[in-house]
């Protein structure tokens, strides 16, 4: 029952997309503000730019949607290690949701690390909480072992619940470095709804990326990079490592989010494993040039 309904509301989303809109926008700061106030103005800006380029949050949620919004919060860092996503591009999405008129935003992701370190060290628990989201720990008991249908190794695996019986998922990961894979992009953010022995996900990876990014298939994904963690990733910890790149990239493709976003670590997405599979199977365009993604200066 629960596949049905995620098949049927995937089914409608093309039909809820103007024809019209741009599938990819790419909003870049004109400046570099350094003090924390600013870094947090400018990261809900881009945000707000990035998803008012592509039509504005009503082309993605509806009146009494539930959403479930899915950031990076794997790591034990603070915002200006870069290792989880910026809360207040987080904070922005939850705010822009509810004034698009969502029933519910919930704020989740499994992480590598203990949650109750990860979700305040990272500042989003509170940035989501204190815009109207509810943000709590995944509850084990809500993974459900679900079939992966046009899998090519992830035949069945246990899929958090509430993420699957969504009516609009918003995938909002951060660009930063990963020693296996070579980035951490959004499409790989996904392993997030996982449970399970994940560390067998390694042993296929950018397969297994596939898989789950042909399952859940979000209708708005987001890269945040205000900030990107250019080396010793996925944990990073090193601010010597942290860039600025001033940027928010969005869209409805996620193979052609993911192919800039590794342009951003001076990276050929050619060269990114997971965005060429998903390129291959259909999930997407890595030439995201082709798409002539809007691009705004904030």
Not at 165 to 182: C, F, M, P, Q, W
Not at 238 to 243: E, H, I, M, R, Y
Not at 245 to 268: S, Y
Request: charged share 20%.
């Amino acid at each position: 029952m629960e596949l049905d309904r995620r098949q049927f509301l995937l089914s409608l989303a093309p039909a809820l997309l103007p024809a019209a809109a741009p599938s990819l926008s790419i909003a870049h700061y004109k400046s570099s503000p350094a003090a924390p106030d600013g870094i947090a103005e400018e990261a809900r800006r881009l945000t707000r730019g990035a998803i008012d380029a592509l039509g504005g949050m009503g082309r993605f949620v509806s009146k009494g949607n539930v959403v479930w919004v899915k950031p990076n919060i794997a790591w034990d860092r603070r915002p200006e290690q870069a290792a989880c996503t910026n809360p207040d591009v987080v904070a922005a999405l939850v705010e822009m949701c509810f004034q698009a008129g969502a029933k519910k935003v919930a704020v989740g992701d499994n992480p590598c690390n203990s949650p109750q370190r990860t979700f305040p060290r990272s500042g989003i628990q509170s940035a989501a909480q204190k815009a109207g989201a509810q943000c709590y720990f995944m509850d084990d008991r809500k993974f459900r072992k679900m079939a992966i249908q046009g899998a090519h190794v992830l035949k069945e695996w246990e899929i958090y619940r509430d993420v699957v019986e969504a009516d609009r998922v918003i995938n909002v990961g951060i660009v930063k470095h990963h020693s296996l894979t070579g980035a951490v992009l959004g499409m790989k953010n996904l392993m997030g709804v996982a449970g399970g022995a994940r560390n067998r996900f390694h042993q296929d990876i950018n397969n297994t990326v596939a898989d789950l990014a042909g399952f859940i298939r979000p209708q708005l994904v987001v890269l945040d990079a205000v900030r990107v963690l250019a080396a010793n990733g996925p944990v990073g910890g090193n601010l010597a490592d942290v860039k600025r790149r001033d940027t928010i990239v969005a869209g409805v493709d996620q193979v052609a989010v993911d192919a800039f976003g590794a342009t951003l670590l001076g990276i050929r997405p050619s060269d990114i494993g997971y965005v060429v599979e998903g390129h291959a199977r259909g999930l997407g365009n890595m030439n995201y040039a082709s798409l002539s993604p809007a691009r705004v200066e904030v």
